[in-house]
């Protein structure tokens, strides 16, 4: 067994190599597996390959089951030559060290991001160039063990969740998008958005990434049930009809201000949750399908979000129907949050 500091002498080695040779970043073109009007799938071999060394080096950091330590894969690695055994294991030992520490939200996986999804002038520097160029060298190094004992299946997973989604989308695609832009007060851009389907992405299971104004870059995991896929597609790319000068977020921010009131850093999110989780219910009840249950309640059955579940049904469901303006919506409901505050403040 090698010690911590031996592996990661080799890791500091390596990335000195790597760093000093010539790279060519950005990504090839690439064919989608399905593509609609607002999205292309893509199963893409290093995009997953990425998820793969980020679950494997958290799994790792925290001594819990791995990927090829564990499970149908173990075998299949055991008779792999050497060269390639240590290659992974040296890969996952850079990523638990470098690019997992800070989480999904850490600028280390955010620059592996952009470069993965063809979002090179996101690499605004020379140091985030390199860093890209080294961690791509190592993803290179972990690829024939993941492509000989990983990957024909992972690829199988992904495409079979998208051919699952596939009908929902073309019965509802068109309905629930042009609900959302009338919604959120802002028109699709930058058509089709691309959606990379993997194995895990992180604890949320989806997340999104914007580019230039109007475009973004979907992760999804294959672990999401095939009852929620259609709203954790749009709840994501939801994210680009609702950055942070958009519509309804200047509308939350302009209605708490009035109301001298600090708005919760997370209610957009939870407000974005529940618009479009209620936009494609009312559609599917229209369409004779009631009883679905949109993804906010199973978080607020979970405790997470709860205490907002009230200011939503009771002040933000007027708009969502069609009874409200947004700015009288947003109004509402910060007034409804505000009430809500005032008794813990006193409390404290």
Not at 42 to 65: C, E, T
Not at 82 to 100: F, K, L
Not at 222 to 227: D, I
Request: glycine share 6%.
């Amino acid at each position: 067994m090698m010690t911590n500091l031996y592996k990661i002498g080799v890791i500091a080695g390596l990335a000195i190599l790597l760093s000093t040779a010539s790279f060519c970043l950005g990504q090839p073109s690439r064919t989608p597996v399905a593509a609609t009007p607002h999205f292309a799938f893509y199963s893409d071999f290093d995009v997953n390959l990425n998820d793969a060394l980020i679950n494997a080096g958290v799994a790792r950091k925290f001594r819990k089951p791995q990927l090829f330590h564990a499970g149908d894969e173990v075998d299949c690695f055991g008779k792999l030559p050497a060269y390639a055994r240590s290659a992974w294991e040296r890969a996952v030992d850079y990523y638990a060290e470098i690019i997992t520490p800070g989480g999904s939200n850490s600028r280390q996986q955010y620059l592996l991001r952009v470069q993965l999804a063809g979002f090179d002038e996101e690499l605004k520097d020379a140091d985030a160039r390199q860093f890209v160029a080294v961690a791509q060298n190592f993803r290179s190094a972990a690829a024939p063990a993941f492509r000989a004992c990983r990957w024909a299946a992972q690829d199988e997973k992904n495409r079979k969740w998208i051919e699952t989604l596939k009908p929902q989308l073309a019965v509802d695609e068109q309905k629930v998008a042009s609900r959302l832009e009338q919604l959120y007060h802002k028109r699709w851009t930058g058509l089709p958005i691309p959606v990379d389907i993997v194995q895990t992405v992180d604890f949320s299971g989806a997340n999104t990434i914007l580019g230039k104004p109007g475009s973004g870059h979907l992760l999804i995991a294959n672990e999401n049930e095939a009852a929620y896929a259609l709203e954790v597609v749009f709840h994501e790319s939801s994210h680009i009809l609702m950055d942070h000068n958009d519509p309804v977020r200047q509308a939350l921010d302009q209605a708490a201000g009035a109301a001298d009131f600090k708005l919760p850093g997370d209610v957009w999110h939870v407000v974005l949750f529940y618009t479009t989780g209620e936009a494609m219910r009312r559609i599917l009840n229209d369409e004779g399908k009631p009883g679905y249950t949109p993804m906010l309640y199973g978080i607020f059955a979970r405790g997470t979000w709860e205490n907002y579940r009230t200011a939503l049904e009771t002040a933000w469901t007027p708009y969502v129907e069609n009874k409200q303006t947004l700015a009288q919506a947003a109004a509402s409901l910060i007034d409804v949050l505000k009430k809500q505050a005032q008794p813990q403040q006193q409390e404290k």
